[in-house]
């Protein structure tokens, strides 16, 4: 494994390198983001930016998410990309979006839990999130690994800057923070389509990517299984302040974020690195990934734990403090997410991503479980929430991981 690593580091130090730098001042800014809102907002406010940005993310998984997975896939194995027919794909994407965020969207009214005014944000963060994700790994996997490792800067950077001129114009709320993050989306996105059109390889033929039977099957499985996950991740971010305990909600997702933060970060340069050739290998090398991975979130949660409670109270308020130890459940929950990526790739790839909807919906099922009892029982308990949570994603990882080792181990 050491050989394995070493090697690894050889071969990719340069890309790896720049990749890294621009990474690492990401995480700065991710970090001042964190503590600039965290010190305008007030923990309530903070509970409901978690809470509408989750229902957002929701959205992104049951729709965005799937047909991105699909799309990745499918162009992964051509030379020149369809032009017309990627439009075609992605409008018709944004208006089911659209349609799913008012339908799903009317019974949260209707209980008071939501107002109509939070539904262009919802659809807003949820649609500027896929289009700019979408597009960062396609110049990612297309060989553009600096540029799109850039644009993570600047969206870091923007959306900081976007919050703080609007909380100088405006009163600071849930909302605003919303809003600034889809005004620095926009930029985002504006640069990066631009970027696509002029360095990618599109052509003008009218041909479809596959027919909308397979498209809708294939992208069906993928949202059962996001939507799983999101549940799975997110859901005490809905569940908690809905019933009144908005706080415990707030403080789990802003110190596990911390770690998710510096996750995010090194499965960013990992991935920008990684994924091109798990895709141009038509997922053979899911081993190694998978393996490097593992190491990387070891080493990760080595160096982070000791220091938790030094970043914990130079990054947040001094109420966040106690639950300093969250930043590891937030590193776990991440560097899982990094491994179910790479699993999700091979198996959307082989066609079997049933399997996944299936092990990601038990995984939910064991999460949401976790949080009636809590919430019931125990609702100020923000740890206990975050390792019930934290067990269930490494269960579903676990299970996946057995499922790809051995259909790999039939197929070669």
Excluded at 211 to 226: E, K, Y
Excluded at 290 to 297: G, K, Q, R
Aim: proline content about 3%; some cysteine.
């Amino acid at each position: 494994m050491m050989d394995l690593i070493r090697n690894t580091i050889q071969q990719n130090m340069w890309r790896a390198g720049a990749i890294a730098i621009l990474r690492l001042i990401s995480v700065a800014l991710g970090l001042l983001y964190v503590k600039y809102y965290t010190s305008t907002l007030s923990i309530e406010e903070v509970g409901k930016f978690f809470y509408l940005g989750t229902m957002s993310y929701i959205l992104n998984a049951l729709v965005f998410v799937p047909v991105d997975s699909y799309m990745q896939a499918r162009l992964s194995s051509l030379k020149s990309l369809p032009w017309p027919a990627l439009r075609r794909l992605v409008t018709a994407t944004l208006l089911i979006a659209l349609i799913a965020c008012i339908i799903l969207s009317t019974p949260f009214i209707s209980m008071n839990l939501l107002s109509r005014q939070d539904i262009p944000l919802l659809y807003g963060l949820a649609s500027m999130l896929y289009l700019c994700s979408s597009i960062r790994n396609l110049l990612n996997i297309r060989g553009q690994a600096n540029f799109s490792a850039s644009m993570v800067v600047l969206e870091s950077g923007a959306r900081l800057l976007a919050f703080v001129l609007a909380s100088l114009m405006w009163k600071a709320t849930a909302q605003t923070l919303l809003s600034s993050s889809i005004v620095a989306l926009a930029v985002e996105f504006a640069i990066l389509i631009w970027q696509a059109r002029r360095s990618l390889p599109f052509t003008q033929e009218v041909a479809p990517l596959d027919n909308s039977f397979h498209i809708i099957r294939t992208s069906a499985a993928l949202a059962g299984g996001a939507a799983s996950n999101t549940v799975q991740l997110q859901g005490y971010r809905v569940l908690f302040p809905a019933l009144g305990h908005s706080n415990t909600s707030a403080v789990l997702g802003v110190t596990a974020n911390i770690g998710a933060v510096a996750m995010s970060a090194c499965a960013q340069v990992f991935s920008q690195l990684y994924l091109p050739r798990l895709y141009q290998s038509q997922g053979r090398s899911i081993q190694q990934y998978a393996l490097l991975a593992t190491a990387m979130i070891g080493i990760l949660l080595i160096l982070a734990m000791p220091i938790s409670t030094f970043l914990v109270k130079h990054l947040t308020h001094s109420e966040y403090i106690p639950y300093a130890p969250a930043i590891g459940i937030g590193i776990l929950i991440e560097g899982c997410n990094l491994l179910i990526g790479a699993y999700s790739i091979f198996l959307t790839l082989r066609q079997k991503v049933g399997v996944l909807f299936r092990t990601q919906l038990l995984g939910a099922a064991l999460s949401l479980t976790a949080c009636l009892i809590l919430v019931k029982f125990n609702p100020q308990t923000p740890l206990l929430l975050g390792m019930g949570i934290a067990l269930s994603q490494l269960l579903a990882t676990a299970l996946l991981g057995i499922y790809v080792y051995r259909l790999k181990k039939l197929e070669y």
